[in-house]
């Protein structure tokens, strides 16, 4: 299958995440050797740079660990030019490992492939492929929606990561900037007039695929 190009450099966090990704994609990959990123100022500089030219792209595994490098991260470019792209909350062990994870998920090298295209696809950063042109969906948007700020906000909310394939960690200033690559401002509303019981009968259970 043809690779696809990536526009922005895809920051991941260790060598077999890149050696997964470098499989079904052209472009640069940037390895933050997981923690080491906290303790090393010249691959955070770098990435820095990055962002200051261009739009960097975060994939990192969807457990808490993959969550405090991203946000690390993500503190140190300007919110505008980061991406971020996620992967889903599925149970299982890569096949290289003895035992999972400590949350027994798998990360971004355990991921089948067309996952990992897809999610890359939604974002918008292949070559040739612009994300659709659409109104920004803002914090006051989720307000006015009831996904936050109300009684029964969070469980809204949560139905509505869970629809869309998206990790319960997302947070709540990344998440409209991620509503907005994924969704329209219609079609957010329309989640939320179907209200909380049907989102809730109808989202994807998360961990439904294992791997091995």
Same mark, same amino acid.
């Given at each position: 299958?043809?690779?696809?190009?990536?526009?922005?450099?895809?920051?991941?966090?260790?060598?077999?995440?890149?050696?997964?990704?470098?499989?079904?994609?052209?472009?640069?990959?940037?390895?933050?050797?997981?923690?080491?990123?906290?303790?090393?100022?010249?691959?955070?500089?770098?990435?820095?740079?990055?962002?200051?030219?261009?739009?960097?792209?975060?994939?990192?595994?969807?457990? &808490?660990?993959?969550? $405090?490098?991203? @946000?690390?991260?993500? /503190?140190?470019? !300007? %919110? +505008? =030019?980061?991406?971020?792209?996620?992967?889903?909350?599925?149970?299982?062990?890569?096949?290289?490992?003895?035992?999972?994870?400590?949350?027994?998920?798998?990360?971004?090298?355990?991921?089948?492939?067309?996952?990992? &295209?897809?999610?890359? $696809?939604?974002? @918008?950063?292949?070559? /040739?492929?612009? !994300? %659709? +042109? =659409?109104?920004?969906?803002?914090?006051?948007?989720?307000?006015?929606?009831?996904?936050?700020?109300?009684?029964?906000?969070?469980?809204?909310?949560?139905?509505?990561?869970?629809?869309?394939?998206?990790?319960?960690?997302?947070?709540?200033?990344?998440?409209? @900037?991620?509503?907005?690559?994924?969704?329209?401002? +219609?079609?957010?509303?329309?989640?939320?007039?179907?209200?909380?019981?049907?989102?809730?009968?109808?989202?994807?259970?998360?961990?439904?695929?294992?791997?091995?």
């Amino acid at each position: 299958m043809e690779k696809l190009r990536v526009k922005y450099p895809v920051i991941v966090e260790g060598r077999y995440d890149k050696a997964k990704l470098a499989t079904l994609m052209e472009g640069d990959i940037i390895q933050t050797d997981g923690f080491r990123i906290f303790s090393d100022p010249k691959k955070l500089g770098m990435i820095q740079r990055l962002g200051e030219k261009g739009a960097v792209v975060i994939l990192t595994d969807s457990d &808490r660990a993959g969550f $405090r490098i991203r @946000g690390h991260i993500a /503190g140190a470019v !300007p %919110p +505008e =030019r980061v991406i971020h792209v996620y992967i889903p909350e599925i149970l299982g062990k890569e096949r290289r490992k003895a035992k999972p994870s400590a949350e027994g998920t798998l990360g971004v090298e355990g991921m089948e492939a067309e996952v990992l &295209r897809e999610a890359l $696809r939604k974002a @918008g950063v292949l070559e /040739g492929e612009a !994300p %659709p +042109e =659409r109104e920004a969906i803002t914090k006051g948007d989720l307000y006015r929606l009831g996904f936050s700020g109300g009684e029964g906000s969070r469980g809204l909310r949560e139905a509505l990561v869970e629809r869309l394939g998206l990790p319960r960690g997302v947070s709540a200033n990344a998440l409209p @900037g991620v509503l907005t690559r994924l969704v329209s401002r +219609e079609e957010l509303e329309a989640l939320a007039a179907l209200g909380l019981r049907v989102l809730r009968a109808g989202v994807r259970t998360p961990h439904a695929h294992a791997g091995t």
